[in-house]
């Protein structure tokens, strides 16, 4: 069984930068980034393969989001730049044995972490 635990979310002005990291307890899977907003399906924000060098992102971040991994610390971090009021949601780290754009591929989640951009 795979553990992720998410932190770093928290309340930030529109055009500010965030960082969350994502501990797993093993560091073999690719990783990724999903967000949730209430009444809303979970959305896709970005995926690492497990040798970091292969990155891929939603256009609704690409330019501003970069993931990236630390397999000797066995994290996964999402840095978050020129943050806008619709990133806000609940941010949740998934790890699995693909990486896709689509939840069901992903065999173990995070409990989340909420972000909040506000005016």
């Known amino acids: 069984q795979v553990r992720l635990v998410e932190s770093g979310g928290g309340l930030v002005q529109a055009g500010g930068s965030l960082r969350l990291s994502c501990a797993a307890s093993?560091?073999?899977?690719?990783g990724a980034w999903f967000r949730q907003v209430p009444g809303k399906e979970r959305e896709f924000v970005a995926a690492?393969?497990?040798?970091?060098?292969?990155?891929n992102y939603a256009d609704s971040v690409k330019g501003r989001f970069t993931i990236f991994r630390n397999n000797a610390n066995k994290t996964v971090d999402l840095q978050m730049d020129s943050l806008k009021l619709e990133d806000t949601a609940v941010y949740y780290c998934?790890?699995?044995?693909?990486?896709?754009?689509?939840?069901?591929?992903?065999?173990?989640w995070g409990q989340g972490t909420q972000v909040t951009v506000s005016s």
């Open positions: 093993v560091g073999i899977y690719h």
């Open positions: 998934a790890a699995g044995r693909v990486t896709t754009e689509r939840g069901s591929t992903y065999n173990y």
């Open positions: 690492i393969n497990w040798s970091g060098d292969s990155t």
